[in-house]
């Protein structure tokens, strides 16, 4: 079975490493490669995936996140599809990225971002025939929330991350979201925290003016209901406990003092 399978895996490794080839030319070849290689703007599709919501702070006004975050443009130069090599994409390792031009969209409100390293950094880079790149971080950040205690403890509250691209205006690249599902959160249990429960999700798009032009901007906002039975059950208990501490001393005699 195996010797009837040697043909076939050495045929797709040959191909894999043409293409691979393929991509190192280009690379050698163009002069500055991390120059955007369209005339006119580039569309950068964005989506994210929630992996988990581990933490809502009230002391920072913050929440930490565990996301995939995934940007998707094309750039024409890494085009491989003349080369017949019969393989739906290539993968690069991280050290190839700073080589690429990417659009490099980040996250512009966030107080805290880390690449995972476990044990390598967790970043997918992938090259489609027609040069369409995809980049992937698995990342954990530490976003800002908007804290209202108002009607602590039936309290609902909102948090927000903010992607733009922070070195292109929209005259070179135009960032949005992807048209199926740009946010989505697989895992149902990643809803719930110790005090908390996500009970909606929205994304959104703006264009923002700034000194040096205009901005596209990408925003997904969260929204957590606070779970109060903890709440509600310790004040039933207090409650309780001042009215039967009240009632026994009410009904305790008291001494009598002698002329």
């Known amino acids: 079975m195996m010797n009837d399978l040697a043909p ?21 070849k163009t002069k500055n490669i991390r120059l955007r290689a369209h005339l006119f703007n580039t569309t950068v599709i964005v989506e994210l995936t929630v992996q988990s919501i581990t933490e809502i702070s009230e002391f920072s006004s913050s929440f930490k ?86 009607y602590f403890p039936m309290d609902r509250q909102s948090c927000n991350l ?24 697989p895992d149902p249990d990643s809803k719930n925290l110790p005090d908390f429960e996500l009970v909606q999700f929205m994304h959104r798009n703006a264009t923002l003016v700034y000194t040096a032009g205009l901005w596209d901007q990408l925003e997904v906002e969260f929204t957590f209901r606070r779970l109060y039975g903890y709440y509600v059950l310790q004040i039933g208990v207090m409650g309780e406990f001042v009215l039967s501490m009240g009632f026994r001393s009410y009904t305790t005699p008291g001494k009598t003092v002698g002329a």
């Open 8 to 28: 076939e895996l050495g045929r797709r490794k040959r191909a894999a490493w043409g293409a691979y080839k393929s991509i190192e030319d280009v690379v050698k």
């Open 162 to 185: 903010v992607f733009e691209s922070y070195s292109f205006n929209t005259a070179e690249v135009r960032i949005v979201w992807r048209d199926w599902e740009p946010v989505s959160i």
């Open 65 to 150: 996140a565990d996301v995939w975050f995934s940007q998707i443009w094309r750039d024409p130069r890494l085009d491989f599809t003349d080369r017949n090599y019969c393989i739906k994409n290539i993968s690069l390792a991280a050290h190839k990225l700073p080589q690429l031009w990417s659009p490099n969209v980040c996250f512009v409100n966030s107080k805290k971002v880390e690449i995972h390293s476990s044990p390598s950094q967790n970043i997918l880079l992938l090259v489609f025939p027609n040069g369409t790149v995809w980049l992937n971080f698995r990342v954990s950040l530490i976003g800002p929330c908007k804290l209202d205690l108002t």
